[in-house]
């Protein structure tokens, strides 16, 4: 509406409260001055009013006895809390031998599983150098003659009938 | 309060007497809901006797008081939009007609003047409502005749110029939304 800075001081003095007497004859002597003003400031004295005539939100009676019972609520929580605090190594400590007693069994299953592995994993390498040995046998070429000289070697049975004229 | 440190529980409960109203006035019409902003008025003063220990006696009470209930507010309205189901209390556009809670009938007026201010009241408190919540802040703050301007900025963590500038544009909006209350004169008549 105005930037005048007394109007502006005068303003937000009535948003807070009635103007002291000082503060309306300022006004009044302001208003004469600017009357195009009259309206707006009339609208704002208008609104204050308005504004400090809503009425109180209605509050139940016991309104304090709730609040001191529900400190005391919160107070209990805490000492509760802090109970919970003090001996909460027992609960804690029966979870804790849990999960160590699950770490120890999947270590020991982790550990014979390796084991196994690294057994076969021998069983597999012996297996292997006796093959490796195998390379150290004489050729299969000289094999190639093998019936050959076989059937060469084979004597005929012996004629047990000339065997006992000639004796 | 430095009994409240102390852990004096009885100058709590005088405490609690002293603030609960506009600090439920405050919770109320932030959240739009009357219960869920009982409970989070509740946790404001539960919070305060829980932090009594940081309270730092230089700053002002009242200071600190709204700037946890105003963290407390801002919370609940973050978690109700991300889980925007839970709200079942909160206001349905079909009803925006309806005075949005239920308030303590002090004056006794007339039956025709008071259903003229019952309705100017919901006029009034929808429109509050209907601001955008960090201008709604400012301008309930700057309701509270405890705080300065410099304490409403410290309550909302921005600079007293970005304050004056919050309730002046909330304030030129509830004006374009009340102007024909406002020209009625009917809030400027004596009761």
């Known amino acids: 509406m105005t930037n005048d800075p007394l109007y502006e001081r005068l303003l937000e003095s009535s948003w807070r409260g009635p103007l002291s007497e000082a503060e309306q004859a300022e006004l009044k002597a302001w208003l004469e001055a600017h009357p195009e003003a009259r309206a707006h400031w009339e609208d704002e004295l208008a609104l204050n009013e308005g504004l400090t005539r809503l009425p109180d939100v209605l509050l139940s009676n016991n309104f304090t006895a709730r609040v001191m019972q529900a400190l005391d609520l919160e107070q209990a929580a805490e000492a509760r809390s802090r109970t919970g605090r003090r001996f909460g190594w027992r609960p804690r400590l029966a979870w804790s031998l849990r999960v160590g007693l699950g770490a120890f069994v999947l270590v020991a299953a982790w550990l014979a599983f390796h084991r196994a592995e690294v057994v076969e994993r021998r069983n597999i390498a012996e297996s292997l150098a006796v093959v490796a040995n195998v390379s150290s046998l004489p050729s299969p070429r000289i094999l190639e003659d093998f019936d050959a000289i076989r059937v060469m070697n084979s004597t005929p049975p012996a004629d047990e009938q000339l065997l006992s004229l000639l004796q | ?191």
């Open chain 2, 1 to 191: 309060m430095l009994l409240v440190k102390q852990g004096d529980r009885e100058a709590f409960s005088q405490l609690v007497e002293k603030y609960k109203r506009p600090v439920m006035n405050l919770a109320a019409r932030m959240l739009r809901d009357l219960a869920e902003a009982e409970d989070i008025a509740q946790n404001v003063f539960v919070q305060v006797y829980k932090s009594a220990g940081r309270y730092q006696v230089s700053s002002k009470f009242s200071t600190w008081l709204f700037t946890i209930a105003r963290n407390l507010c801002l919370n609940e309205i973050r978690r109700r939009s991300r889980h925007p189901a839970d709200s079942m209390d909160a206001s349905h556009p079909e009803q925006e007609d309806q005075p949005l809670q239920q308030f303590e009938d002090k004056k006794t007026v007339s039956p025709p003047d008071r259903l003229l201010h019952g309705e100017l009241e919901a006029k009034i408190h929808q429109a509050v409502s209907e601001l955008p919540e960090n201008q709604r802040l400012a301008i309930l703050l700057c309701r509270q005749d405890e705080l300065s301007y410099e304490e409403i900025a410290k309550v909302l963590g921005c600079s007293l110029s970005a304050t004056k500038s919050l309730i002046h544009r909330g304030r030129e909006t509830l004006k374009q939304k009340l102007k024909p209350y406002l020209r009625s004169g009917v809030w400027l008549s004596p009761e």
